[in-house]
C-alpha cells in the first residue's frame, strides 16, 4: 500500500474516515500479515484502545487473543478469520467467541465476514474483516436456553420456515415419553402438537402466518401408545434468526387432579372454619369487609351471618371501643397480623365481649383477605382470678405448707439416702443440734439467735458447719437430710441392743 500513487493514498484515506464512522468493527490487513487499521468499534469489540494493541501482525493477534467457537473449542491453527482471509478464503459469517489469551471466559461474540479490496491489476491489495458485536444477542440466547431447558411446564419450538422441531424441554420429555432424538429434527406431520385440537383449522391458519395460537384443547400422542389430552397454545418468537412457534402445554388430568385436591382441601377448611370454637371471621384485606363469619362468632356477636358479610367492622359498629379498632386495623395495614391485641366487640344488643385478637394475612381463592381470631379474655380472666385466689389461701398457713412439702420430699430422698459420707446426728455437738431443731421449726437466723440468746453471726457459723458436716448446701437439703434420718429435735435415737440368749 506505501508504493500507491498520490490519488490511491487519497482514496484509502477518505475509505478510512467512512470505516471509522461504521458501528460496525473494520480491521484492515495487508497481503504481509500487517494489520494496517482498524476503527474504533474494532478496538472496543477487543477491550483495546490502541491498534497497537490488536498487535503488529497476524500473529501476534493470535497470542494476545483466544478464538473459540460456541462449542467452546479453540480454533486450530489456519482458522483465525484473519488466517483464513490471508489465505484467499471468502466467508459471509463466522461467529466466534473472542478473550484475551490465558483467560478462560470469553468476553466477545464476534460474527465476521471478509471482504477482499483488489488494485487495478486485480490483485488483493486491502483484506478486510467487518465484525459484528453479538455479545448481547448471544448472551440473551444462553438465558434463554437455560430457562426453556429448566422450565417445568412442556414446551416445545417449532421452526416455521421448514415446521420442524429444533427444541423441547423435558416437561414435554416426561409428559409424552419420548426422547429428545425422536422429537428434534422431526416435522410438525411425524410429532402433531395440534392433533385433535378444538380448533384445529384456526390454529394451523395461525401457524401458517406464524401468529399468535390462542388456548385450546388437544390430544398428543404418546411414545409408548396411548394419548394425553391438554391445552396448548403457541407463541411467536425468534430463535437465533429463525422466526418460530414456541408451544406450551398443560397437563389436563394433572391440572385436574390438583384442582381436585384444591377443591377438597378447601372444603376441609371451610368444615374446621365453622366448627372451630373459637369466634372467628374473614375479612378481604382491601377494604376490611366481611366475607365470612363462623358459628362462634355469630353466636358471641349476636348477629345472623347476612348481616354481617359484605359490611365493614365500622358499618357494623363492631369495635366497642374505636381507638382500639383502628390501632387493629393499622397493626394489619402495616404487618399483616397481631397478636393478642386487647379488643372490646360490641355486640348486636349492645353488650361488650372482652377479647385477645390475633389476626394474620390469607390468601382465599386468589383474594388477599385476613383471618381474625377473637378469645374470650373475660373467661381467661375469670380463670386466672381463680388461681390467684387459691394460692393466696393455700399460702395463708405458710408452716403447713412447708411442712407437707419437705415430708414429701423426705419421703422421696429416704430411699436413697447417703451412707457414711456424711456426719452422723449422735456425732454433732450440742449447740449444733439445738440450731439444727430450730432450723427444721422453719426458724430464720435471727429468730435462732435470739431464742438460744446467741449472736445472728454464731448462728450462721454453726449452719455453715452443719452444711460441711452432712454434705449439703441449703437450709432445705439440711433439713431433708434430719427428717431422713428420723431427727425430731430430740435425742438422738439409739441403735437397740440385742438380748443375750444366756441367762
Known sequence: MSDLPAHDHADQQQLRLILAALQDGVILIEPNQHIAWANKAALKMHGVREIAELGATVSEYRERFELRYRNRHHLPNGHYPMERVLAGEAFDEVVVEVAPAGQDEAQWTHRIR???????????????????????????????????????????????????????????????????????????????????????????????????????EAVLQLSGGGEKRVIVAGQPIEVGDAACMLFSFVDLERHKLTEDALSQSEASFATAFRLAPVPTFIAARAGCRVMLANDAFTRESGYAEPELVGKTAGEIGLWFDKVAGKELERQLHQNGSVQNLDVKLRTKEGGVFDCLVSAAAVTLGNQPCVLVVAQDAGERRRTEAEVVAAIEAVMQDTSWFSQVV???????????????????????????REVLTLVCRGMADPSIARKLRISPNTVRNHVASLYRRTGVNSRTALVIWARERGFDGGPPRKTPQPTSMAG
Not at 467487518?130 to 455479545?135: A, R
Open 114 to 216: 471478509s471482504l477482499v479490496l483488489n488494485d487495478t491489476a486485480g490483485m488483493p491489495d486491502c483484506l478486510v474483516l467487518i465484525l459484528n458485536d453479538e455479545s448481547e444477542r448471544f448472551d440473551a440466547e444462553d438465558r434463554f436456553e437455560t430457562t426453556f431447558a429448566a422450565n417445568p411446564a412442556p414446551a416445545i419450538i417449532l421452526r416455521l420456515s421448514d415446521h420442524r422441531h429444533v427444541k423441547v424441554n423435558r416437561g414435554f420429555l416426561e409428559m409424552t415419553g419420548y426422547s429428545e432424538e425422536q422429537v428434534l429434527g422431526r416435522s410438525v406431520y411425524e410429532i402433531d402438537v395440534l392433533e385433535g385440537a378444538a380448533r384445529r383449522e384456526l390454529a394451523i391458519e395461525r401457524l401458517q402466518s406464524g401468529r399468535t395460537i390462542p388456548q385450546m
Open 406 to 432: 419437705l415430708e414429701k420430699l423426705a419421703k422421696l430422698r429416704r430411699f436413697d439416702a447417703p451412707s457414711g459420707a456424711a456426719a452422723e446426728l449422735v456425732d454433732l455437738p450440742q449447740r449444733a
